[in-house]
Structures are given as C-alpha cells and as structure tokens.
C-alpha cells in the first residue's frame, strides 16, 4: 500500500495537453510530400508505391499523393533520385471531404435525389448534432478488419499520456449508447453485416468517423477479393483519418474535427 | 560457420537415411535446401504412417501444414507438412501430390493432432477434401461464402468479389439439464478485434467454447500472389498490427535466404534491438491488460505509462510507434542507433527500475494473485498435441524459444535466459512475459553496447523463380514460420503465413474449460492472441 502511494506521488501527472498546446512532432514521420520544382517526373515512386497511391496527370504533367490510401511507408522518400519526395512531421490529417485528401478527385455519380428536401434536413441535422452533444461524447469503436494497428493506438487514447476523459469523451461498450462510431479496417466481407447492424444500433444522430487507411480507402489491402475500398462503400463517413496507423493524437484531431472542436 | 553448415548437413543425411530405410518404397525423392531444410516428396497413400511416424517415434511436432497450386509446374497440387527438430535445429518437410481431378488427401488428424485445423484451412482455401478428419467444418469462411470457391487456386481472380451465399452457421451443440449457451461477439465490449466465441454453460464454469474466427480474413496470402516481392514486405508489415517488426523480419529473412544474401553484422544487431523493443512493448502492453481486467487500476496505468516510455523509445530511434518501414530487404533502412545510444539505455534502464518496483507491488497484492494463480490453466499434454509456442507454451512447460533452436540474427552472441514455468495458469504467463520483459532490456542494452560499426543494408535486386524458404522467429506472441516460393520476374509465387496465434487459439479454448465464465476475459488476455495475425 505504502508503495503504491509512493508511485502515485512520483507520477502526479504525465497526461500531454493535446490538442490545447501543440505536439512536438520533430521526431515523427508524417505525410509525404512531393516538391514539384525538384521532381523530374521519372514515375520510379508511382510504379513502387505499395498502395499506388501517387498519382501523375499525363495531360497536365502534375504528381501528388492520396493520403487516403497513403500507408507512410517512406519508400517514396527512399527511391527518388532527384531528392523532390520528403517525409514531413505534420500528423494532423484528418479531413471531412475525402476529396481534400486526394490528388486526382473521386468522380461521384450524380444521381437524381427525387426528395430535394432530404439534403436540407440532413445538412440541418448535422448542424444540430454538435448543439446536442455539447462537448461531450460517447464513442463506440467498430474493428470492420484491421490489422490491429489502429485498435491499438485507439486503446492508447485511454493511456495516462492521452487520457481522452479529460476532453469530455469515452468509450463505450455498446452501439446503443454511443453518439459516434469509430470504425478501423477495411470491411472486410465476413465484418460487413456486423459494421451494419453496428451502424444502424447507433441512435440517430450519429456520426462516423473512418480511423486509417483502410478504412478511408483499402489502403494497402484493397481489391482483394475479401476486402472493400475504405467503409464509406458500406456506410456513410463524416471524417476521414488517414495514416497506418495514425497516431493517438491524429485520431483526437479526427474526432474533435468532426465536433468542429478545432478548426 | 562452415562448420555449421557441415554439422547440419551430417545430422540431415543420417535422418534421411532413417526414413529411406523405413519408408524405402514411399519417399520418392530428397532434397536439402537452406542449410537446415529438408525436404522429401513422400507417396500419398502412406502419409499417415509416415507423419504419425515422424511425429510420436521420432518426437517432432507439425509447425506448419499447408497447399501450393503447383499445376503450372507439375500439373498437380502439393501439401507440405512441416516438421521440427528444435533440439537440432533443423526443419523437416514431407511433400505430398494431389491429382487435381481427385482433390482429396488422408487426413493425420486423428495421429496428429495438431493438423486439425491446418486440414481444415486447406479444404477451405484449395478444396483439397482430408478424408477421415473427425471435424471437417468450415474453418476460413462463414455461411455467407459459397460452397464451391476457393480462392487459392490459381484459376481464382483476386479481385473477384462472390455474391453472398445465405447459410446458417452450426455449432457444436452441448445438450443436458440445465446447459445453456452464450453467443459473444463479433463486436465485443471493449477495444479489441471481431471475432465469435459461443460458450455452452451450466451455472457459472464453462462447458465448452467454440471460437468462430476469421471476421477479418482479407486473403492476404492471395493478395501477394503475383506481386512484387518489394512491395509484399510492406503487407507483410501489415498482417499484425503489434508485431508489425516481427512479421516484417520473418519475411526478410526467407527472402535473403532465397537470394542467398548475408546480411551486414550491424543491420543484424539493429534487427534484435528492434524485435526486442517491439517484445518489450507488448508484454508491457500485456501485463497492463491483464491488471485491467482484474480492475487492478494502479497497475494498469503503471504498465501503460511504461508501455508509453517504450513507445517514445521507438518515436525517437525511427520515428514510427509501430516500427513499420525499418526492416528492408537485405539490412535495414538507415542507421538508426547511431548517436542515439547513450539516451536509449538510459531510458531502458528507466523502464527496467520502474517494472522491478511495480513486479514487487501487484507480486504483493493477494487479491490480485487470489484471481490469476489457478485460473485458465493450460495443461503441458494439451500444449504439447496442439504445439501451443511463445509464453503460452513456455507457461505450460515447453521450453523452447526460436531465438535458441534456430538462432538469427546476432541472437547466437548474445545471451539471454528462457523463462520456463509448469503450472500454466495466468500467474505462469505473467511471470514468463514480466522475466522476458527483463531478458529484452538486457538483450537490447547488450546489442546497442556491442554493435559493430558498418553498413546496413545489402542490396539485393534479383531472385531465380521457384526458389523457396522458410522464415523463423520468435515474435511476441511465440513461434513466428513464413514460408515463401518466388515467382517469375521478381515477384511471389505462393505466400504461406502461420503466425504464433494460430497455434495457440485452439489451446485458449482448452484452457477456458472448467473455468467461470466472468473469469474469461481474464483468461483470453493472459494469452493475448492476435486476431489479425490468424485470420490473414
């Protein structure tokens, strides 16, 4: 008992106070980044790209990377000869359109909505989860077939140096009391039903934000006979949280950017 | 190092021999590859004599089974079945041929028991039926996929998405007075990966379990099939999220073995200080969890607080918490001990006194001991028939570790103790993952003192086609087997993963037995098996 104490003295207190001061990120590895002037446009990174997620416009001659599919693996960084690809430390990713992750922007069928109110309602609906959930928020994790990497650095928000209590936020054990689902993996064929039943357990209004790149995109897993290109295929996604895995404090960016909690 | 090799070669020539004179009319041919890999193409009818004779008379246990579409080189199917001698060292492999219009081999199931589900897997994912196998249950795919696909066969497109077939699944149903079942899952309660567990229960203590897995199965072994081997390193990274280094290290080391490529001696000291790294955060990651469930909330913030200090560890040496992108094929990607080794031992050697001080704490608590001591235990017999590896086994008395019987890297310089414990319960489990816990800060804190200075990283471009290789290591989780045959132009041929989990499932299972069921997740966590790391 005595020793116990003694720990918890020594220890007061080694929660960061992310995000209301900013991280130190010099040693992490971010996103990559292309700088156009240096690159020779050789296509050596698109053909060795593990996820193909760089991309190259024959017509206008632009290079640029997805970071939805994006694993951060740094080979890019490695194969280039003219030194133009560089591994930044900015982790803060998180976007709600999916298109501002993309070079080459996803073209969407347009199809004919026959109730034009339906957008109204929705946009209004959205506008009016945030007043409702306060600043508070209940969060059920949904594993639609990760490789355990992004469930991890879930588990570690609950870990002394995150501890997202403190922002109002914690994890619960059932869809029917949650607000927001946290899905991770690629919904993978056998995950899908469960990731649907999952979604529609969630009372309404309910937010869904996709944690990696498999669940934004497949990442490195996609077209495969078991696997979908990213969840949005199965439900629909508020944020998108691209990174294999993205770290802690990238997902608390994710999630408070889909309260609007950070700008 | 010649010496080695010539040893090796003395021990496989005299197995070689043994089995030819016993089996003289059923083993066709022999061929030693890789120093310590013996392979013999054996006659069907009599695999399970010669299976059950390797496995009781000569005392190897099956660490690895499994089917190649080889019709584009000899117009038939081949199952491997893999034996080890982990005293010598040495691997033994019996090659088998299927005609493709039969599609149907003898099961050793009920001989071996540890080919169970390896016979299962492979009527899954090849149609090669195990005729006699005493539970031919689907083991890979669900109701939902149809009867007559499998998609490891090389006339399956990868990309080819089925319709959902509409079955129900059956278990196996425990009938009596007052047994009643509970269905958990697959999305259970906490942060943790799908997967289905169906317990039958009379009162509190469990009957039986049936785990219903492979929620997230995502074919990966197909996946790679046909594709660079470059870029397999990286979906080898990704087969488990929390042994990302060991999984990319198993990989890496079939492939150099292929391309017959020594790797420098620094790149060598640089993988064990990662792969002990990578041990140290998930036993630390472990212990937390188990405290956790015992609602031991001190120890659980102790142990993630120095889980935590593992991981700015791994931030500080490459940058990744995951220690992805660090292993590339032939060394490792730059040098990231350099100048940075004075600041790592000093932070070891914190989390060591740190650990030293919480061990004595929880060692202390007697209710916390009261829960864990007897609990889940796993009997040594069970353990050994289902070649449960890693603490699991090791907690129930099967002392081996792949560091010792087949030493990589700088492992053969290095020295370090192998935790043996007999009861197999938690307590067992704890103990053997908090000592190796202090085996990996004594390990890394050795290879960062003698690392040689040198380069890192062998290049190697080009591989001859149908070559192939096993890959070994000790991941966290216990026994870690790759086994890889390259392609034409550089890429993968056939891709077989058997990661430490898939062994050590079935033996939770046993171990839950007789126990209440509030005390499952307890049990499930003191063994802490990857659901990625199974299902593929």
Redesign the interface.
């Known amino acids: 008992m005595f ?2 104490v003694k ?2 003295i020594k ?1 007061p207190r ?1 929660t960061g106070d992310y995000p209301n001061k900013p991280l130190d990120s010099s ?3 971010g996103k990559p980044e292309i700088d156009l002037s240096k690159c020779n446009r050789c296509g050596e990174c698109l053909s ?1 790209c ?2 193909n997620a760089i991309v190259m416009d024959k017509t206008s001659n632009n290079i640029g990377i997805n970071y939805d599919e994006c ?5 890019c960084e ?1 194969v280039c000869q003219s030194e133009a690809v560089k591994m930044t430390n900015s982790f803060e990713l998180a976007e709600k359109d999916k298109n501002k992750l993309r070079m080459n922007t996803l073209v969407i069928e347009e199809k004919n909505i026959s109730d034009p109110d339906y957008e109204i309602i929705c946009s209004d609906l959205k506008a009016n989860i945030k007043k409702i959930f306060g600043r508070s928020l209940q969060i059920r ?16 928000l ?4 995150n501890d997202i209590e403190r922002l109002g936020i914690s ?1 619960v ?3 029917r009391h949650a607000d927001m689902l946290l899905v991770t ?2 919904a ?4 899908q ?2 990731l649907i039943k ?1 979604y529609n357990a969630t009372p309404d209004p309910k937010i869904v934000v996709a944690v990696g790149a498999c669940a934004c995109s497949g ?3 996609k ?5 979908s290109n990213g969840i949005d295929s199965i439900v629909p996604v508020d944020v998108y949280v691209p990174g ?2 993205p ?1 802690p404090q990238a997902i608390i960016y994710g999630i408070l950017k889909a309260l609007d909690r950070v700008r | 190092m010649d010496n080695i090799i010539e040893s090796k070669n003395m021990i496989l020539t005299k197995l070689n021999s043994k089995l030819s004179e016993t089996f003289s009319e059923d083993i066709y041919r022999s061929v030693v590859d890789n120093t310590n890999e013996l392979y013999l193409e054996a006659n069907p009818e009599h695999i399970l004599e010669i299976c059950t004779y390797i496995n009781t008379t000569l005392g190897y246990p099956l660490i690895s089974m499994f089917a190649n579409d080889e019709q584009s080189l000899c117009d038939k199917y081949a199952v491997y079945y893999v034996f080890a001698d982990r005293e010598q060292g040495i691997l033994l492999i019996i090659k088998t041929l299927v005609d493709p219009n039969k599609m149907e081999i003898r099961s050793i199931t009920k001989k071996v028991h540890a080919a169970a589900l390896y016979e299962r897997e492979i009527n899954d994912l090849f149609g090669i039926v195990p005729v006699g196998h005493p539970n031919p249950k689907r083991l890979v795919f ?1 109701s ?2 149809p009867q007559a696909e499998h ?1 490891l066969r090389k006339d ?7 319709d959902f077939a509409k079955e129900e699944t059956d278990f196996q149903k425990v009938t009596g007075e007052g047994v009643y079942e509970i269905p958990v899952g ?2 259970h ?6 997967g289905h567990f169906r317990f039958s229960v009379v009162g509190e203590p469990i009957i039986n379990l049936e785990a219903q897995l ?7 072994e ?2 790679c099939e046909g594709q ?1 081997i ?2 397999c390193l ?2 080898a ?6 042994e ?1 280094f060991a999984n990319s290290l198993t990989y890496c080391q079939a492939i150099e073995k292929i391309a017959k490529v020594k790797i420098p001696t620094r790149a060598e000291y640089t993988r064990v200080v990662f792969a002990e790294l990578e041990r140290l955060t998930n036993h630390l ?1 472990d212990l937390g969890g188990l405290c956790l469930d015992a609602a031991y909330g ?1 120890a659980t ?2 142990f ?2 120095m ?2 200090w593992a ?1 700015w560890i791994a ?2 040496l ?5 220690l ?2 660090v292993n590339k094929l032939g060394g490792v ?1 730059q040098d990231f001990i350099l100048g940075k080794e004075l600041k790592t031992i000093e932070e070891l050697k914190k989390i060591k006194s740190e650990l030293e ?2 061990v ?2 929880i060692k ?1 608590n007697s209710m916390f001991i009261d829960r864990v001591e007897n609990t889940g235990i796993l009997q040594t017999k069970i353990a050994t028939d289902l070649n449960a590896v890693g603490p699991s086994g090791r907690a129930s008395g099967l002392c081996f570790d792949v560091r010792k019987s087949f030493p990589y890297e700088a492992y053969k310089q290095l020295e370090f103790n192998i935790p043996k414990h007999n009861n197999g319960d938690i307590n067992c489990r704890m103990n053997t993952k908090i000592k190796e816990c202090f085996e990996s800060i004594y390990l890394m804190i050795q290879a960062i003192e003698t690392m040689p200075s040198g380069k890192l990283l062998e290049p190697v471009k080009t591989f001859e086609p149908y070559q192939c290789a096993f890959g070994l290591t000790e991941a966290p989780r216990g026994e870690n087997i790759h086994w890889i045959m390259t392609g034409e132009n550089n890429t993968i041929f056939r891709y077989k993963i058997r990661t430490p989990s898939f062994c050590n499932w079935p033996a939770l299972c046993h171990a839950v037995k007789g126990n209440i069921v509030p005390d499952f997740p307890i049990i499930n966590k003191s063994f802490n098996l ?4 199974n299902d593929l």
């Open positions: 020793n116990t720990k918890i220890y080694v040693l992490f590895i060795r593990p996820s694993i951060f693996c740094a080979l490695d994790e949904v594993d639609s077939g990760s490789c355990n990497g992004c469930d991890t650095e879930i588990n570690a609950n870990n002394p140096f994890f054990p059932s869809p993996g690629t993978v064929r056998n995950m039903n469960a999952a990442g490195i897993f077209d495969a006979y078991a696997t294999c895995p770290r | 669900h939902n996929w998609p399956f497109d990868v990309k080819h998405k089925l697959p999305i309660a906490g942060i943790i990966e799908p492979y929620y997230t199965h995502k074919g990966i197909k996946m660079s470059e870029r990286y979906v990274e990704r087969i488990s999220g929390d990302t990651g001190f913030f102790q993630r607080m889980k935590g991981y931030d500080e490459c940058g990744m918490r995951f992805r992108s990607r001080d919480t004595k704490i202390s990857s659901y990625a790391g």
